[in-house]
């Protein structure tokens, strides 16, 4: 017991967090078994902030969440996106090519030069209100999905000037295994030939459950011509030319993990402004998440001794432990792989009257 009261004043107790989150249990051994795997998690949180205190080994803080007492295998929807295959979309053509390289994080700039963090050049669509509210896929493993119809959202209000909140219930109603893991592709493509009617019109379910499609007869908001993958020339460092198709539009990312252990932490971390997220790889395919980036900026390092650059990225994970937007390692090894895999749609200027 004294490594659980070592955790738990470091941080609430396990009934302060049971309270917090309303955990219910079945029975006292099904509590029990809850408690240790949150007690192994807390003590997790405990030490990876205390190696960020004390250190640069880390570029971010984590906390307990409302998942902390659930095991590996129970936050298998994290991993939402089917492994990759190079036949149907381009943006997984050089997959394994990325994978192999083993990309390390360099080091930032030891010099500072506040005249510099002005002048670097910064993108944050949401301040021109181009981005929609942040969604709750809960544990469904549909960001493919999620992160799709976001961009339509964001494209659509770039072609035609109006911010539509769209339907992601019709996507996983009305695609072929669309309350399972699968490839943002599919998404625009299932947009292309049938577009994207208000969320208003099919809202999502509550609890989030797939159910029998009904977009017959709904009026469209939105219709996607094609989507397209953002063109990268220099596979080896593809950062610069992402970086010119995110200041033009925002784009759906593929991150990919080194670990289950390090997605977890991207699930966990701490929204505090200072916290950028890193993981230097080497990547695996199958721990993968789709988001939306809608910008990039430069702030100081954590020892105002130089920049640190990173990505804004919008999450699907809801807003109850995070603002549903996080940081990631910009210029720094192309971190999560973020920038190989972009994806955007080609948004029609007109849209129809039926699904």
């Known amino acids: 017991m004294e490594q659980l009261e070592d955790t738990e004043s470091y941080s609430m107790t396990f009934e302060q967090w049971v309270k ?14 809850r408690r240790n795997i949150w ?4 003590m997790k949180v405990k030490q990876h902030n205390i190696k960020y205190d004390a250190s640069k080994e880390t570029g971010y803080r984590i906390q ?21 295959t190079p036949a149907g979309t381009q943006a997984f053509q050089n997959d394994q090519l990325c994978l192999d390289r083993g990309l390390t994080i360099s080091e930032p700039d030891s010099v500072f030069d506040e005249d510099l963090l002005r002048n670097l ?26 992160s799709a119809v976001s961009a339509v959202e964001s494209h659509n209000k770039i072609v035609n000037n109006e911010l539509v909140v769209l339907s992601v219930q019709q996507l996983v109603d009305c ?26 019109n099919y809202p999502q379910n509550s609890p989030f459950v797939s159910g029998q499609c009904l977009s017959v007869g709904k009026e469209v908001a939105v219709e996607i011509s094609r989507w397209e993958s953002v063109n ?3 596979h080896l460092n593809p950062e610069p030319e992402f970086e010119t198709a995110v200041t033009e539009r925002p784009v759906v990312a593929t991150l990919l993990f080194s ?17 950028i997220f890193f993981d230097a790889g080497p990547y695996v395919s199958g721990v993968a998440h789709a988001v939306l980036v809608v910008g990039f900026g430069s702030q100081l390092n954590k020892e105002n001794t130089g920049i640190d650059n990173y990505w804004i990225v919008k999450n699907s994970w809801g807003t109850e432990d995070h603002l549903g937007y996080l940081k990631i390692a910009k210029d720094r090894g192309n971190q999560c792989m973020i920038a190989s895999y972009g994806m ?7 849209a129809g009257t039926e699904v």
């Open 64 to 84: 307990l969440t409302r998942w902390s007492d659930q095991k590996p295998e129970e936050l298998s929807w994290m991993r939402c996106l089917a492994p990759p």
């Open 175 to 200: 695609i072929p295994g669309g309350d399972r893991a699968g490839h943002v592709y599919q998404a625009f493509n299932y947009m292309v030939k049938r577009g994207c009617t208000r969320e208003e």
């Open 232 to 234: 990268i020339s220099n």
């Open 259 to 275: 670990s289950e252990e390090k997605l977890s932490n991207f699930s966990s971390m701490k929204n505090n402004e200072e916290d």
């Open 39 to 42: 007690v192994k998690q807390s």
């Open 20 to 33: 917090k989150y309303d955990k219910h249990y079945d029975s006292e051994e099904v509590r029990d078994s």
């Open 121 to 146: 050049p910064r993108v944050d669509w949401r301040e021109n209100d181009h981005v929609t509210a942040v969604k709750n896929q809960q544990r469904k493993p549909v960001c493919w999905i999620f």
């Open 344 to 350: 955007y749609p080609v948004v029609k200027r007109t």
